[in-house]
C-alpha cells in the first residue's frame, strides 16, 4: 500500500486507472488515446487500451512543461502590450 491508502499501480494501467490518476472520465482519457495524445498499446483477444506508468509520466511532465511554455508566452505577449500602451498613456518611459 502506498502513503494515500491505494495499492500501487504496476507497469501497465487500465483506462479506469489512468482516470483515477488523472481526475478524468474513462471517457475522456479513451478520447486522448484515440487523438493520439496519450500513447497506448491494445492487448488481448477483445483489444483492450493499456498505458505504461512511464508513459502516463511523460504525458503529465509534457503537460506541465506545456502549461509553462504557454504561461511564458502569454507574459511575453502582454508585456509587449503593456509596453505599447505604456508608451502612449504616461508620457516617457523610466521618467
Known amino acids: 500500500m502506498t502513503d494515500s491508502g491505494r495499492a ?3 507497469r501497465f ?10 481526475n478524468l ?6 478520447a486522448l488515446v484515440r ?18 506508468q512511464h508513459v502516463l509520466d511523460s ?3 509534457d ?3 506545456e502549461s509553462r511554455r504557454l504561461a511564458l508566452w502569454h507574459e511575453a505577449q502582454y508585456a509587449d502590450v503593456a509596453e505599447l500602451f ?3 498613456r504616461g508620457g516617457r518611459r523610466g521618467a
Open 8 to 10: 500501487p499501480l504496476g
Open 59 to 61: 504525458f503529465v511532465a
Open 13 to 22: 494501467l487500465t483506462l479506469s486507472d489512468v482516470a483515477d490518476v488523472l
Open 35 to 52: 487523438s493520439g495524445e496519450l500513447p497506448a498499446i491494445r492487448l488481448g483477444t477483445i483489444g483492450q487500451w493499456r498505458i505504461e
Open 86 to 88: 505604456g508608451d502612449r
Open 25 to 30: 472520465s474513462s471517457t475522456e482519457v479513451l
Open 63 to 65: 503537460k506541465y512543461d
